[in-house]
């Protein structure tokens, strides 16, 4: 019962548009019933005070609270913020003073760089470890599961993400939006 309705709940998770999000095969039946039986938890319902990161895409990211974020976000464990900054060529010591310059000082950044194979600039990493903050500067899809694992762990964690330019579209993902246009166009009796 448990399993079947975080299944629906995690396919309700994605939205509309060319967006990557949590995908999941159909439930399994029951195969243990006893004391011990393993549950899931959905972490994103559990934790309703912090920011997590549901889906990505494009153009933007989607936050558990429903809130949709057009373009590059600076994240902290309750606060998102618009980021001025479109590639990782526009990352400098004053894009990321915001992240520095914060008290108390966060435990780790964590860098969106975008699509895979997008690199930050050495010179940025060694910047910010000088001002004593560790970072992760990994492509977003990384990113988005860094940022959602230390903020739900606890840890004082700050994104700066920028959105991919590509986004894999899973067999199930499209399943899923098929499945949604067709019950968009339903005419109710």
């Known amino acids: 019962m448990i399993v079947q309705a975080a ?3 995690l396919r309700g998770a ?6 990557r999000g949590i995908s999941t095969g159909l439930p399994l039946p029951s195969a243990y019933e006893g004391d011990g039986k393993t549950t899931v938890s959905i972490l994103n319902q559990e934790v309703s005070n912090l920011l997590l990161i549901d ?3 494009t153009m933007g990211f989607v936050l558990n609270n429903g809130i949709n974020v057009v373009g590059s976000v600076a994240l902290f464990p309750r606060t ?4 001025q900054v479109a590639s990782v060529d526009d990352i400098n010591e004053e894009s990321l003073s915001l992240f520095y310059m914060l008290e108390p000082r966060l435990d780790v950044l964590v860098i969106g760089t975008g699509d895979r194979g997008t690199r930050l600039n050495l010179d940025i990493i060694k910047f910010l470890r000088s001002k004593r903050l560790n970072v992760e500067a990994v492509p977003t899809e990384s990113a988005c599961a860094t940022f959602n694992y230390l903020n739900a762990d606890g840890r004082l964690v700050g994104a700066g993400l920028i959105p991919p330019s590509n986004v894999a579209i899973l067999s199930e993902d499209a399943f899923e939006a098929q499945r949604r246009r067709k019950q968009l166009y339903k005419l109710e009796d």
């Open 14 to 19: 994605l939205t509309r548009g060319r967006m």
């Open 55 to 57: 889906a990505y895409s």
């Open 80 to 83: 998102v913020l618009s980021w």
């Open 7 to 9: 299944s629906r709940l």
